[in-house]
């Protein structure tokens, strides 16, 4: 465990804007297997944004337009560019890696939206 370490949340006011960092260890990087998920307070987690084995991304049709997943492979690290952020975001974000027929999580980052 501890391959994959987030970073970057916090608390923000609505219309506000986040970078959320996922570094994962060099021997389990895939940037292409890997996306970001979040857990609300009395929720079920959910997909928020992926990358695709086709190079291409998906995201949860209400962050559409408005976040955008990223990846530096000299850095090992993908990125969530959360913008016009809403309290409806509030939620706990985790990095997820599937590599191996295993799935990897990391700690998760806490991202409040309040006035």
């Known amino acids: 465990q501890g391959q994959l370490v987030e970073s970057g949340g916090g608390l923000v006011q609505p219309g506000g804007s986040l970078r959320l960092s996922c570094q994962a260890s060099a021997r389990v990087f895939s940037a292409l297997h890997m996306g970001w998920y979040r857990q609300a307070p009395g929720k079920e987690r959910e997909l928020v944004a992926r990358f695709t084995g086709s190079r291409t991304t998906n995201y949860l049709d209400s962050v559409k337009g408005r976040f955008t997943i990223s990846m530096d492979n000299t850095k090992n690290s993908i990125y969530l560019t959360m913008n016009n952020l809403k309290p409806e975001d509030t939620a706990v974000y985790y990095c997820?890696?599937?590599?191996?027929?295993?799935?990897?999580w990391g700690q998760g980052t806490q991202v409040t939206v309040s006035s």
């Open positions: 997820k890696l599937f590599l191996g027929g295993r799935e990897y």
